[in-house]
């Protein structure tokens, strides 16, 4: 499965998009680009877990790469990662530093068997 789309980081926000894992899959693969200027960039991932006895289902969350400036105006950022367990990776696209410019983000997410 190939997800290819576009999104816009308004000035000063971050975009967060949610990719859930896939039954078939082992792995999730991205790429992705920016038109004029560089923006910030992580992964995480979230899964569902159980409780002690009598509570109910938590979510845990775990940074996989820590959002960090990439240079994706000169040149195409790419990255994967192995499925840890069922549970959807956030990728983030991170703006919050630039107060007058937005961003537009070119991204494609792919898994592999």
Known sequence: AVVSTQSTGGRGETVTVRIPTY????????????????????????????????????????????????????KVITGSHAYPRPGTYLLMFDNSYSLLRSKTVFYRVFYTR
Do not use: K, M, V
């Open 23 to 74: 039954d078939s899959g082992s792995a999730l693969y991205w790429e992705f680009a920016t038109e004029h200027y560089d923006i910030g960039f992580g992964a995480s991932f979230e899964w569902e877990e159980e409780g002690p006895q009598g509570e109910e289902r938590r979510t845990r969350r775990e940074a996989i790469l820590p959002i960090l400036r990439r240079s994706s105006h000169e």
